[in-house]
């Protein structure tokens, strides 16, 4: 039943689901440690693959791609490759702190990019002052070296990611991809980006580190948890709330990866990544807050 405003039910929902993506940094890093970063986000996306094929077999939901979607459907999978190229090597050389931070600052991008490129969506001065106090939090933490793994090509590889993330929603938005069913459009990332990067783990080096039965186990979870469940609880959310409310939780999956990362890996907290992590959570919010006298869809 659709609803018009966040309930406790919503919200405890969503809460979680930041708190799974924020566990999902820490699992990239874990499992890492096992597999050679591109090669265990080949096999993620081809796990994901199978789960959701599986979903869409089920609901019996059909698989159709218009002609004129075709090269959207192209582009949003480079896009979802950029992605994750970026940020399991990303996780692999920086801190889950400092990649959470910086990974998270997708809203900022698209807030810039979606003011030229899409349609009723204009910098407010609200989302102006967001994107400020956001922006500043990303130069801080990359600008600070201190404590524990600080890698600026790690943090940069981040903001690559940020930026794909940015990329597929520009192409979920802007092509004629938006008018194919969401369970489609992400097996067309899918299906794309594990060829892309099955293809090109041989080189960057083995495929198999130390392999240990903890790093299957977060393959799995980011497999069928994360990629392919997290997927269909937001598809789930967005068909009962409001999309402004949900979009304003994502300020605590940087807050959750933060504390994660020192709970799980022991992670050393200096006070640049409080203050940026303050800073981009602060303009997370200001920039989804939702327009008053607006009514969000």
């Keep these: 039943m659709r609803k018009d405003r966040m309930d406790l039910a919503g919200a405890a929902g969503l809460v979680l689901f930041a708190a799974v993506f924020a566990l999902n940094q820490v699992v990239i890093k874990i499992t890492n440690g096992g597999f050679q ?3 265990g986000a080949g096999l993620r996306g081809l796990g994901a693959a199978i789960c959701l094929l599986v979903w869409i077999r089920w609901r019996r939901i059909p698989i159709r791609l218009p002609r004129e979607a075709r090269k959207g459907a192209v582009l949003i999978g480079l896009c979802f ?9 990303s996780l ?9 931070v910086i990974f998270y600052s997708m809203p900022v991008w698209l807030t810039l990019a979606g003011h030229f490129l899409i349609p009723g969506e204009r910098i407010t001065p609200m989302r102006a002052a967001g994107l400020a106090c956001a922006l500043a939090g990303v130069g801080i933490a990359l600008a600070d070296r201190g404590g524990g793994q600080a890698s600026l090509a790690g943090d940069l590889l981040a903001l690559g990611a940020a930026l794909g993330w940015t990329g597929i929603a520009l192409c979920a938005r802007v092509t004629p991809l938006r008018d194919v069913r969401p369970e489609v459009q992400l097996l067309c990332q899918l299906a794309i980006s594990t060829v892309l990067l099955l293809a090109l783990s041989p080189l960057f080096g083995p495929f198999l580190r130390d392999l240990q039965a903890i790093h299957l186990w977060g393959l799995g979870f980011q497999a069928v948890v994360v990629a392919s469940g997290g997927f269909l609880f937001w598809l789930w959310v967005l068909s009962i709330y409001p999309a402004g409310p949900v979009a304003s939780f994502s300020f605590l999956t940087p807050v959750f990866g933060v504390v994660l990362g020192w709970l799980i890996l022991g992670e050393p907290l200096g006070p640049g990544i409080f203050l940026a992590l303050l800073l981009v959570a602060a303009g997370l919010l200001l920039i989804n807050r939702p327009v008053r006298g607006v009514r969000t869809a």
Excluded: G, K
């Design 37 to 39: 970063p591109i090669f």
């Design 81 to 89: 490759t950029t992605e994750f190229l970026c940020l399991f090597l």
């Design 92 to 100: 692999d050389l920086t801190s889950v702190s400092r990649s959470v």
